[in-house]
């Protein structure tokens, strides 16, 4: 995600989510159901359910960045798009962080 954003350069601007493609759609529903998710983990000390979740989160961006192109979209769509991949990498960023895990900069 962060190559991503190196690669949009440092005007990038991010815009209003749409979930048109199916692939956002799943993006979207992995995204909004963290808080949740660490809610349960507080409750419940069960840290492989966070684990769980993060995977999941990264599976649909994977999914979600082959089926939706964000750079060569239309801007509009491409804010948007921008929109979905920053939150995402927000998600990872603070789950891996409550994991103690710290992100790593480039794979």
């Known amino acids: 995600i962060r190559s991503l954003f190196r690669r949009a350069g440092p005007g990038a601007s991010v815009g209003p989510v749409s979930v048109a493609d199916p692939a956002e759609h799943a993006l979207a529903l992995e995204l909004l159901a963290f808080g949740t998710v660490v809610a349960e983990v507080e409750e419940t000390l069960e840290p492989h ?3 769980g979740h993060l995977y999941g ?12 192109p964000v750079l060569r979209a239309e801007p509009d769509v491409r804010a948007g798009r921008l929109a979905l991949s920053d939150l995402t990498a927000r998600v990872l960023r603070q789950g891996l962080g409550l994991l103690g895990i710290a992100p790593p900069d480039r794979m």
């Open 57 to 68: 989160v990264a599976t649909a961006f994977s999914r979600f960045f082959e089926r939706c």
């Open 49 to 51: 359910r966070l684990a």
